[in-house]
C-alpha cells in the first residue's frame, strides 16, 4: 500500500530573491511536499538554472510579470530582496497581481516595507501580510539554501488591521509547515527590538572588524585573534548590501540603539580607567547571566535543566533499603531570605550551602534584575554585593519567579516599600494561587497593589513611591510567609511595625535579620521591628533544609532493617514539625552534634527503622510541619491503626491541593485515606502499586516515591519535574541509599 501524502498547505510559492531566505523557504516546503510547486524569481539566469539544477524550484522568471497570470487564491509570493528594494517589488505587485493572491515578504525591517506599500498602493493592501523570519547564517546565495533554517525559530508577522483574514491564516500555515514558532507583534515594536538584538550587534561586529582592519597599528592582529574573535565577529561576513540597506531603513530605532550601547560602554571605559571594581564586575556579571538566560529562553530550559521537561516520570520498585550517611541540599527558605537581605544589606554577603533549586534561584535572578551584581552560585557558594535598603533600580520588565510562592509574596512587601513600579509574575501553577493574604495587609498599610480576581491571583501589580505607615497586624492564619511579607514592608514603613500569628510559624526572617545587625523583637507570638535602621553584610551558611530531609526520615522509619544518618539538618524550632509528629509516631530518631550555625540550630539525626502507630496530631504542630504533610501522609499508611490530622487548611492553596491530591494517590495505591475540609483520616495498612499524578507538586513526587518502599509493586509517578524546585538532586540521594528509582522522560 503507497503512503498518502499530506496536501499542500498552499498553492504554488513564487520566491522573488532566490537567496539564502527565500531558497531556504522554497527547499523547505518542497521537502515537506507543503506546496504544488515553486517558481523563482530572479535577476540573473543563472541564478534560476542554478536553482533548478539544485532542486529548490521548479521554473524560474526574469520577472514577476511573466508568471503573475497563473496565479490564483491559495498561492503565495514571498519577497525575499534586500529591504530598499522591496518597493519596486511591491510596484510589480500592484501591477500585475490579483487581490486574492497572498503577498508576504521576509525583510528585517517592518516600518520601511509599511511605507513602500503606503507610497506604491496609497495604502497597506488586505492581501500583503508583512513578516520576519528570525533565522539567518553569515553565508548566501542558493548554494545556501536551508531546508531546516526555520525549524524551532520564531517567525514575527506584523500584519496590519485590515489584514486580509484568509491571507493571514495562509502565511501563518505557511511558516508552521516549515516548523516555525509564529508569533504576530506590532510594526514599531518589531523594529525596536530587532535593532537591538539584530541590527546592533551586526553594526558593532561590521565596525570593530573594519578598526582592526584599517585603524590598528599592529598588522599581526588577525593572525593572533581567537576563538572569541572569531565568534563574536562571524555576522560581519553577512552580505554587505543587505545590511547597508537595513541600516539606513530602520535608521531611528538602529541609531537608538547604537546611542544606548555608546552611553553604556562610554561607562564601561570609565569604570576601567577609574579601576571601579564594584561596577565592573557588575557589567560582567550581570551580562553573563542574561546571556545563559537567553540561551536558556532558546533551549526552553529552566534555570535547572532537569526542569526543562514536563515529562518527568519517576518509576519507582518496590522495596530497597535506606542506610549510609547524606547531607541533603541547603534550607530552601533560609536560601531565598539570604538572597533577598543580603541584596538590601551594606556590603559583600558571603552564602555557602545555597540551594540551587528552581524557587531559589529565581528569587536570585529577581534580585540581579533589580540591579544587585551577585557572584555564582557555583557549588551552593554565592557572595551578594549588597546595595543597601534604598540601592534597588527599577527592573527593565516584570519579575518572573516561577513557581515560588516565597519569592512572590516576600518581595511583595520588599517592592511595595521602593520607589518604582514593579509587577511580579510566575508559572501557570503559581498564577492560581492566592495573593489576597498578602495584598490586603500591604493596601492597609498603604501600598499601591493589587492582584487579580476575588482571591487576588498573580500577576502582582505594584506603584512606587507609596508611603507605607507601619501597623499592628494579626494574622487571620498561621503563615510565615504574610508575616516575613509585612516584616519586610515593614523596613520601610514610618514606625514600628507588629505582627501577632495564631501560631507559631518558621522564625527565618527574624533570625536572618538579626543576623544582618537588624534590631527584631520577638514576645511571645508578636514579632516587631521599627523602620530607620541598616542591614550590615555578613556571612551565612545554610543548613541542610529539614523539609527535604523529610523525606529520607520517613523513610528509613518504615523500611526494615533501616539506619540512616542526616547531616547538618537545619533544627529550628519553628520548622522541627515533623520531627515531633514522627516521635509521637513512634519513630527512632536520635539528635547530636547540636550546634548553632549563624543564628540557627543545627544537628545531626540519626533514624532506624521503628514501627510507627497512628496518632491525632495535635494542631499546635500544624504550622511547624506544614510543608511536610505530603510524606508524614506516607509515614501514617505504613503505620498501625488510624492517623488523623486537622487545622491544616493551609495546605489546599500550595503548588497543588495536596490534600486532595494525597487523598486520591493514595487510594489509587490501596490506602484508605479520606479527606475532610482541613485535613485528612488515613487508616494504616498495605500499600500497592499504581500510577499516581502528582500534578506537578515537587512535594508530592517525592512522597510517592518514599511509599515504594513499603509497596508490594512497582509505582509510576507522573510529572515529576518540578522536584528540582526544592530538591534538584532528589534522585541520585535516593538511590545511593537504597531506594529503587529511575526517571524517565
Known amino acids: 500500500m503507497f503512503e498518502q501524502k499530506p496536501a499542500p498547505i498552499i498553492g504554488r510559492l513564487v520566491v522573488i530573491g532566490v537567496g539564502l531566505i527565500g531558497a531556504s523557504l522554497a527547499s523547505a516546503l518542497k521537502k515537506r511536499s507543503a506546496c504544488t510547486s515553486v517558481i523563482g524569481v530572479a535577476r540573473r539566469q543563472a541564478t534560476i538554472d542554478e536553482a533548478i539544477k539544485a532542486g529548490i524550484i521548479d521554473a524560474g522568471a526574469l520577472g514577476l510579470k511573466d508568471v503573475a497570470q497563473e496565479l490564483v487564491k491559495g498561492d503565495v509570493v514571498f519577497i525575499a530582496v534586500p529591504t530598499l528594494s522591496v518597493e519596486s517589488v511591491l510596484s510589480e505587485c500592484k501591477e500585475y497581481l490579483h487581490p486574492d493572491v497572498t503577498i508576504t515578504d521576509g525583510a528585517s525591517v517592518k516600518g520601511s516595507v509599511i511605507a513602500a506599500a503606503k507610497q506604491v498602493y496609497g495604502e497597506v493592501p488586505p492581501q500583503l501580510i508583512p513578516g520576519h523570519p528570525i533565522a539567518g547564517s553569515e553565508k548566501s546565495g542558493v548554494g545556501a539554501a536551508n531546508p531546516g533554517l526555520y525549524e524551532d525559530h520564531r517567525i514575527i508577522l506584523t500584519p496590519l488591521q485590515n489584514a486580509g483574514a484568509s491571507h493571514l491564516n495562509l502565511v501563518d500555515s505557511m511558516w508552521k509547515a516549515v516548523g516555525g514558532e509564529v508569533i504576530h507583534m506590532p510594526v514599531d515594536v518589531h523594529d525596536d527590538v530587532l535593532a537591538m538584538t539584530s541590527h546592533l550587534p551586526h553594526a558593532i561586529a561590521f565596525s570593530l572588524v573594519d578598526t582592526l582592519a584599517h585603524d590598528a597599528d599592529n598588522e599581526n592582529i588577525f593572525k593572533y585573534a581567537a576563538g572569541g574573535f572569531r565568534d563574536f565577529t562571524r555576522i560581519a561576513s553577512s552580505d554587505p548590501v543587505m545590511w547597508h540597506d537595513i541600516m539606513r531603513a530602520n535608521q531611528s530605532s538602529v541609531l537608538n540603539a547604537i546611542d544606548l550601547f555608546a552611553a553604556n560602554l562610554a561607562r564601561l571605559r570609565s569604570a576601567v580607567a577609574e579601576d571601579d ?61 539570604s538572597i533577598m537581605l543580603g541584596s538590601l544589606a551594606e556590603g559583600v554577603t558571603e552564602v555557602e550551602g545555597f540551594l540551587e533549586g528552581e524557587d531559589a534561584l529565581a528569587t536570585l535572578q529577581a534580585f540581579r534584575d533589580m540591579g544587585v551584581v551577585i557572584e555564582g552560585p557555583v557549588n551552593g557558594r554565592v557572595k551578594i554585593h549588597g546595595v543597601g535598603l534604598h540601592g534597588l533600580k527599577k527592573p527593565a520588565g516584570p519579575l518572573y519567579v516561577g513557581n515560588s510562592g516565597t519569592s512572590m509574596r516576600l518581595l511583595a512587601g520588599i517592592l511595595s516599600g521602593q520607589p518604582f513600579d514593579s509587577v511580579l509574575t510566575g508559572d501557570e501553577s503559581l498564577s492560581k494561587r492566592p495573593m489576597n493574604r498578602v495584598v490586603n495587609p500591604l493596601k492597609a498599610m498603604g501600598a499601591q497593589i493589587s492582584a487579580e480576581g476575588e482571591k487576588g491571583l498573580p500577576p502582582v501589580v505594584i506603584k512606587g513611591g507609596a508611603p507605607l505607615k507601619a501597623m499592628d497586624y494579626t494574622l487571620p492564619m498561621a503563615s510565615a510567609q504574610v508575616k516575613s511579607c509585612v516584616l519586610l514592608a515593614g523596613l520601610y514603613a514610618a514606625g514600628e511595625t507588629k505582627v501577632t500569628e495564631p501560631a507559631p510559624t518558621r522564625d527565618h526572617t527574624e533570625r536572618m535579620l538579626r543576623g544582618f545587625g537588624y534590631q527584631v523583637l520577638s514576645e511571645g507570638a508578636q514579632a516587631s521591628l521599627s523602620s530607620g535602621g541598616a542591614l550590615k553584610a555578613t556571612k551565612i551558611d545554610v543548613p541542610a533544609d529539614i523539609s527535604s530531609s523529610a523525606f529520607f526520615l520517613v523513610a528509613a522509619s518504615i523500611t526494615p532493617e533501616s539506619d540512616l544518618t542526616l547531616t547538618h539538618v537545619g533544627m529550628n524550632p519553628t520548622r522541627v514539625g515533623v520531627v515531633n509528629i514522627l516521635k509521637q509516631m513512634g519513630a527512632d530518631i536520635a539528635v547530636s552534634n547540636e550546634r548553632t550555625v549563624g543564628g540557627e540550630p543545627v544537628a545531626d539525626l540519626r533514624v532506624r527503622y521503628a514501627p510507627l502507630k497512628g496518632i491525632d496530631i495535635p494542631e499546635d504542630q500544624v504550622p511547624l510541619a506544614i510543608d511536610e504533610f505530603p510524606v508524614l501522609f506516607v509515614a501514617a499508611a505504613c503505620a498501625q491503626g488510624q492517623t488523623v490530622l486537622r487545622g491544616a487548611e493551609e495546605l489546599r492553596v500550595k503548588e497543588s491541593d495536596r490534600i486532595q491530591v494525597m487523598a486520591d494517590g493514595l487510594a489509587i495505591l490501596g490506602v484508605n485515606a479520606t479527606p475532610t475540609e482541613d485535613g485528612i483520616i488515613i487508616q494504616g495498612g498495605n500499600i500497592g502499586g499504581g500510577v499516581v499524578e502528582s500534578h506537578g507538586d515537587h512535594r508530592i513526587a517525592m512522597a510517592f516515591a518514599v511509599a515504594s518502599l513499603r509497596a508490594s509493586g512497582s509505582i509510576r509517578i507522573l510529572n515529576c519535574a518540578n522536584v528540582a524546585t526544592s530538591f534538584p538532586n532528589f534522585a541520585e540521594l535516593a538511590n545511593s541509599v537504597g531506594m529503587q528509582l529511575s526517571v524517565t522522560e
Request: glycine letters at 8%; charged letters at 25%; proline letters at 5%.
Open 277 to 337: 571594581s564594584e561596577y565592573l564586575l557588575g557589567v560582567f556579571t550581570r551580562a553573563k547571566e542574561a546571556r545563559d538566560q537567553f540561551t536558556r529562553l532558546l533551549t526552553k530550559q529552566a534555570f535547572v535543566p532537569k526542569m526543562q521537561s514536563s515529562n518527568i516520570e519517576y518509576i519507582m520498585q518496590p522495596g530497597g533499603q535506606v542506610k549510609g550517611s547524606i547531607r541533603v541540599p541547603g534550607d530552601k527558605s533560609i536560601s531565598h531570605r
